[in-house]
Nanobody, 122 residues
Framework: QVQLVESGGGLVQAGASLRLSCAASGRTFSRYAMGWFRQAPGKEREFVAASSWTLSTTLYADPVKGRFTMSRDNAKNTVYLQMNNLKLEDTAVYYC???????????????WGQGTQVTVSS
């Protein structure tokens, strides 16, 4: 099993950057794929990015490609989502997830963090 603790959200102006953190723990967490999803008010949860724990396989949603980047810190058992040049439409609750396969579908991820709010203002 995997336990996830995420942080790093906040209120920023358009064009600013944030780095979300997702600390993972568990008996075999390194075998899991890691995903980032977001959900804006009144909208379905949507895919943002995903990777294997080792980053050997990575996927990015088209709206964030070139702006968001996943990375990791093995010593801290943490994966990150670096978000640059944030736009108003990036405003959402961001969730970290873990599953067995790198996919764009959130229903395939059994483990989830609590979510962290990202708000982008003009």
């Amino acid at each position: 099993q995997v336990q996830l603790v995420e942080s790093g959200g906040g209120l920023v102006q358009a064009g600013a950057s944030l780095r979300l953190s997702c600390a993972a723990s568990g008996r075999t967490f390194s075998r899991y794929a890691m995903g980032w999803f977001r959900q804006a008010p009144g909208k379905e949860r949507e895919f943002v990015a995903a990777s294997s724990w080792t980053l050997s396989t990575t996927l990015y949603a088209d709206p964030v490609k070139g702006r968001f980047t996943m990375s990791r810190d093995n010593a801290k058992n943490t994966v990150y989502l670096q978000m640059n040049n944030l736009k108003l439409e990036d405003t959402a609750v961001y969730y970290c997830a873990a599953g067995g396969v790198v996919l764009r579908t959130y229903k395939e991820y059994p483990y989830w963090g609590q979510g962290t709010q990202v708000t982008v203002s003009s």
